[in-house]
């Protein structure tokens, strides 16, 4: 089944530095590519996704990058804001009716001012 | 409309005792999940369902059940909770799309097991 990798466990930064999370999938088949932002004591929420058919996708002061030969998505936070202290999660799925999404562990981003 | 809402919020069991969690979705999504997650270890799926009438076994299925006799709502059973089922638990529902769309989660549920 799917394997999902997911670097630094936690991340310090100082605001307005840019953060960047890594992510790699074993499944050369997985096609669409999430990421997650849970604040603590709260659920999980989708913050930007892309699909195998794109390499970068950016949404203001976030962006991901794809690259399936590697098999490695990074999420980029520009301009980090204290706001930005979350836990963020990868997650992988294949292009299958009822695939279910497999995460990585997660990173604990801090971002002091 | 609510979303998906899980029942409890919070839940203190015994080792040895069994109890049900329910996932209820009011947005006619096809699919639905459990993850459980515990510190360091992200979210790990136990069993997820396609469609009503169907299950599967996720990444860590043993020691709970699951049923979708109706399609909005996702049950988790324990039927004989350890102290190793200490976790918070998330539900999570998907529309049924080209299989790749965002998933809605549950604001979860936070159980502990004496």
């Known amino acids: 089944g799917e394997n999902v990798e997911q670097h630094p466990s936690t991340l310090s930064v100082q605001e307005g530095d840019s953060a960047v999370i890594k992510c790699t999938y074993s499944d050369s088949a997985s096609n669409y590519f999430p990421w997650y932002k849970q604040e603590l004591g709260k659920r999980p929420q989708l913050i930007i996704d892309i699909r195998s058919n794109v390499g970068e996708k950016k949404d203001q002061r976030i962006a991901v990058t794809l690259n399936k030969t590697a098999k490695h998505f990074s999420l980029h936070i520009t301009e980090t804001q204290p706001e930005d202290s979350a836990v963020y999660f990868c997650?992988?799925?294949?292009?299958?009716?009822?695939?279910?999404?497999?995460f990585g562990k997660g990173t604990t981003l801090s971002v002091s001012s | 409309n609510a979303g998906v809402t899980q029942t409890p919020k919070f839940r203190v069991l015994k080792t040895g005792q069994s109890m049900t969690l329910l996932c209820a979705q009011d947005m006619n999504h096809e699919y639905m999940y459990w993850y459980r997650q515990d510190p360091g270890m992200g979210l790990r799926l136990i069993h997820y369902s396609v469609g009503e009438g169907t299950t599967a076994k996720g990444e860590v299925p043993d020691g709970y059940n699951v049923s979708r006799l109706k399609k909005q709502n996702f049950l988790l059973g324990l039927e004989s909770a350890a102290p190793s089922q200490t976790s918070v638990y998330f539900c999570?529902?998907?529309?049924?799309?080209?299989?790749?769309?965002?998933?809605?989660f549950g604001q979860g549920t936070r159980l502990t097991v004496v």
């Open positions: 997650a992988a799925s294949k292009n299958q009716a009822g695939t279910a999404l497999i």
């Open positions: 999570a529902s998907r529309p049924q799309g080209a299989g790749n769309t965002e998933a809605f």
